[in-house]
Nanobody
């Protein structure tokens, strides 16, 4: 059974950083992998994408602050989030190949 397990969320002050991880039971280099987020009462939105070839794309609202990457040794996809803002507060979910989802990790940015 395919498993994706997110971790790394938590409470951080504005301007702070967090590093989210998505550990996979499948080969991370075989899929387009996306990080999404969903805030209460809002639609799910795409945050960042990394293709099988390693090409990355970001939503305008995180460009320059977030970085998506892959760690082959750990078979993990990470989302480094810097200069966090209150509006980044959401449940962050990783997605493989559009159909495979993790359970999410909560990020709360608050002073």
């Amino acid at each position: 059974q395919v498993q994706l397990v997110e971790s790394g969320g938590g409470l951080v002050q504005p301007g702070g950083s967090l590093r989210l991880s998505c550990a996979a039971s499948i080969n991370i280099f075989s899929y387009v992998i996306r990080w999404y987020r969903q805030a209460p009462g809002k639609q799910r939105e795409l945050v960042a994408t990394i293709t099988a070839r390693g090409t990355t794309n970001y939503a305008d609202f995180v460009k320059g602050r977030f970085t998506i990457s892959r760690d082959g040794a750990k078979n993990t996809v990470t989302l480094q989030m810097n200069n966090l803002k209150s509006e980044d507060t959401a449940l962050y979910l990783c997605n493989f190949g559009a159909a495979i989802w993790g359970q999410g990790t909560q990020v709360t940015v608050s002073s």
